[in-house]
Nanobody
């Protein structure tokens, strides 16, 4: 089963930038649609962005124009570039992998904390 390891979270001032990375332990990274979700304290986990093997991307409205998702299949890594961060972006960010070829499965990472100070 694929394992996901996230990195890149931290504390940043409003208006700053961070780049999250998530590396997957699988030989068939191309079989997965990858994504990022986030969960603030006391709130549900929400979709942030997804990207397919063919680079089709999807963003939730509150990050459009500020966040960008990308993937490097050779490195088996998906990235989330976050610019113009706002205090309301503070949350635990989870990497997500959905296997869409062959046997379907889903996997979540452990999460990486992003804190934006005002």
């Amino acid at each position: 089963q694929v394992q996901l390891v996230e990195s890149g979270g931290g504390l940043v001032q409003a208006g700053g930038s961070l780049r999250l990375a998530c590396t997957a332990s699988t030989k068939m990274f191309r079989d997965y649609t990858m994504g990022w979700y986030r969960q603030a304290p006391g709130k549900q986990r929400d979709l942030v962005a997804t990207i397919t093997y063919s680079r089709v991307t999807q963003y939730t409205d509150f990050v459009k124009g500020r966040f960008s998702i990308s993937r490097d299949d050779a490195k088996k890594t998906v990235y989330l570039q976050m610019n113009n961060l706002k205090p309301e972006d503070t949350a635990l960010y989870y990497c997500y992998a959905k296997k869409i070829i062959g046997t379907r499965s889903e996997k979540w990472g452990q999460g990486t904390q992003v804190t934006v100070s005002s």
